[in-house]
């Protein structure tokens, strides 16, 4: 694999000079403990996934890596650094005034807030913009009927890295009732990109992209400021790009999974209409081309090639993370079918998570915080018929031009449906937490 990446290291080194106020302490030319290449240091990467050999020995693909593990967001984090004179929560709403109404509504907006969005209304020429409502469609399947079964599974995986996942424990933002809060915000996110027009210019997935955006750049700005934690020589820089691609391309690195092992190079029509719209969507999150490819094979060894060069680590931290995370209630309600739906999805991300990073191993689940239990297995077993049946027939009608409209507009309705049972993402962060 052959990556162009120049421009990206330059970017990375001007990190230093362009936001001295963020970056001042950071030492671009040395790489951080938590990168490795050493064949003998254990990885990230599961030996079932891949050949991590093959991987480090692609010298293009770990240096695009090591370059981005350095790679932050100035555009946004100058709109973090604004925190030192306006409160979070007037950051927050002069995004949202600016994504809502438009730049020329709000003509005295801070320079860097204007900035962001207006790099964020241009589309860039690596993105065909024909296919991503399309393939907004083909997401809302998954978004409608899956979700609320997968999203719990997908967020824990981000904490079976102690480098990864430090960022996360240092704000404090899974502690407690904040795990269910920060669960149902990630999952608001990824549902309602998925509505028609949600990611153009005035929809509301440009706005909850701008808001993410932010948000990464706040936890970045006050990991570097407030917390006494973060060592930039063992952990580089907080939420670096590289550890944002896994969350914005996981639909297309399972797509293009499932690609490679029926023997195809390329996406299908409407799989390819799907791999644009993530693309886009990691546009609109800050993400750069060089880490979203198009092909099956890129995205895979993207994945892979990212997992083989981190450091193995799954410490305390990690295990009160992934503890937090199984533990919170994110139902709206306490009545009998919200426990009952609770239980259920409970049930189903253990499972998901026991498969995917202990090999089905519950021994090993359980030193990891997650306990699988005769239950868990009772319901799954119980509900996947409904489940998978209904997302078969709704997959199948989809594919008939007459019943697609009705299909769709039932699809829309239960990304709503969602949606209100999640509740509005509310983006804020309190640095109060990042000095503990």
Same mark, same amino acid.
């Given at each position: 694999?052959?990556?162009? %990446?120049?421009?990206?290291?330059?970017?990375?080194?001007?990190?230093?000079?362009?936001?001295?106020?963020?970056?001042?302490?950071?030492?671009?030319?040395?790489?951080?403990?938590?990168?490795?290449? $050493?064949?003998?240091?254990?990885?990230?990467?599961?030996?079932?996934?891949?050949?991590?050999?093959?991987?480090?020995?692609?010298?293009?693909?770990?240096?695009?890596?090591r370059?981005?593990?350095?790679?932050?967001?100035?555009?946004?984090?100058?709109?973090?650094?604004?925190?030192?004179?306006? @409160?979070?929560s007037?950051?927050?709403?002069?995004?949202?005034?600016?994504c809502?109404?438009?730049?020329d509504? %709000?003509?005295?907006?801070?320079?860097?807030?204007?900035?962001?969005?207006?790099?964020m209304? =241009?589309?860039?020429?690596?993105?065909?913009?024909?296919?991503?409502?399309?393939?907004?469609?083909?997401?809302?399947?998954?978004?409608?009927?899956?979700?609320?079964?997968?999203?719990?599974?997908?967020? /824990?995986?981000?904490?079976?890295?102690s480098?990864a996942?430090?960022?996360?424990?240092?704000?404090?933002?899974?502690?407690?009732?904040?795990?269910a809060?920060?669960?149902?915000?990630?999952?608001?996110?990824?549902?309602?990109?998925?509505?028609?027009?949600?990611?153009?210019?005035?929809?509301?997935?440009?706005?909850?992209?701008?808001?993410? @955006?932010?948000?990464?750049?706040?936890?970045?700005?006050?990991a570097? %400021?407030?917390?006494?934690?973060?060592?930039?020589?063992v952990?580089?820089?907080?939420?670096?790009?590289? $550890?944002?691609?896994?969350?914005?391309l /996981?639909?297309?690195?399972?797509?293009?999974?499932?690609?490679?092992?029926?023997?195809?190079?390329?996406?299908? &029509?409407?799989?390819?209409?799907?791999?644009?719209f &993530?693309?886009?969507?990691?546009f609109?999150l800050?993400?750069?081309?060089?880490?979203?490819?198009s092909?099956?094979?890129? /995205?895979?060894?993207?994945?892979?090639?990212?997992a083989?060069?981190? @450091?193995?680590?799954?410490?305390?931290?990690?295990? @009160?993370?992934?503890r937090?995370t199984?533990?919170?209630y994110?139902?709206?309600?306490?009545?009998?079918?919200?426990r009952?739906?609770?239980?259920?999805?409970?049930s189903? &991300?253990?499972?998901?998570?026991?498969?995917?990073f202990?090999?089905?191993d519950?021994?090993?689940?359980?030193?990891?915080?997650?306990?699988?239990?005769?239950?868990?297995?009772?319901?799954?077993?119980?509900?996947?018929?409904?489940?998978?049946?209904?997302?078969?027939?709704?997959?199948?009608?989809?594919?008939r031009? =007459?019943?697609?409209?009705?299909?769709?507009?039932?699809?829309?309705?239960?990304?709503?449906?969602?949606?209100?049972?999640?509740?509005?993402?509310?983006y804020?962060?309190d640095?109060?937490?990042?000095?503990?």
């Amino acid at each position: 694999m052959s990556v162009p %990446h120049t421009a990206l290291a330059e970017r990375v080194a001007a990190q230093r000079t362009d936001l001295p106020e963020v970056y001042g302490g950071i030492d671009f030319a040395a790489v951080p403990y938590r990168f490795t290449v $050493d064949p003998a240091a254990p990885s990230a990467l599961p030996a079932r996934r891949g050949d991590r050999a093959a991987y480090l020995a692609d010298t293009a693909l770990v240096d695009l890596l090591r370059t981005a593990t350095l790679l932050g967001d100035v555009t946004a984090d100058r709109v973090a650094a604004l925190s030192s004179s306006y @409160r979070v929560s007037e950051l927050v709403t002069m995004v949202a005034q600016v994504c809502r109404d438009g730049l020329d509504a %709000h003509p005295d907006t801070p320079a860097p807030v204007a900035a962001l969005i207006r790099e964020m209304e =241009r589309p860039p020429d690596w993105i065909d913009r024909d296919l991503v409502e399309r393939g907004a469609a083909v997401a809302r399947l998954s978004a409608g009927l899956l979700a609320p079964f997968i999203t719990r599974g997908a967020f /824990i995986a981000t904490f079976t890295n102690s480098y990864a996942a430090l960022p996360m424990t240092i704000t404090g933002a899974l502690s407690g009732t904040r795990a269910a809060h920060r669960v149902n915000e990630t999952t608001a996110f990824f549902a309602v990109t998925t509505l028609p027009g949600a990611l153009d210019r005035y929809g509301p997935g440009f706005q909850a992209a701008a808001m993410v @955006r932010l948000m990464h750049s706040m936890v970045r700005y006050n990991a570097l %400021h407030r917390s006494t934690r973060w060592d930039p020589a063992v952990y580089g820089i907080p939420v670096p790009q590289s $550890d944002q691609l896994p969350a914005g391309l /996981i639909g297309p690195y399972l797509t293009s999974l499932r690609a490679l092992r029926s023997g195809r190079t390329e996406f299908t &029509s409407g799989e390819r209409a799907m791999v644009e719209f &993530s693309r886009y969507r990691c546009f609109l999150l800050g993400l750069p081309e060089e880490l979203v490819p198009s092909t099956p094979q890129g /995205i895979v060894d993207m994945f892979h090639g990212r997992a083989a060069t981190l @450091r193995h680590g799954f410490d305390d931290d990690c295990l @009160r993370l992934v503890r937090s995370t199984m533990d919170a209630y994110l139902r709206p309600g306490d009545g009998p079918f919200d426990r009952a739906a609770d239980a259920v999805e409970r049930s189903y &991300s253990k499972v998901a998570f026991t498969q995917a990073f202990c090999d089905g191993d519950r021994a090993i689940a359980r030193r990891m915080g997650v306990d699988l239990t005769f239950a868990d297995y009772a319901r799954v077993a119980v509900t996947a018929p409904f489940l998978a049946g209904r997302v078969l027939v709704v997959g199948l009608a989809a594919r008939r031009r =007459r019943l697609r409209p009705l299909v769709d507009r039932y699809l829309v309705r239960q990304v709503r449906h969602r949606l209100d049972v999640y509740g509005i993402p509310k983006y804020t962060s309190d640095v109060a937490e990042y000095a503990h």
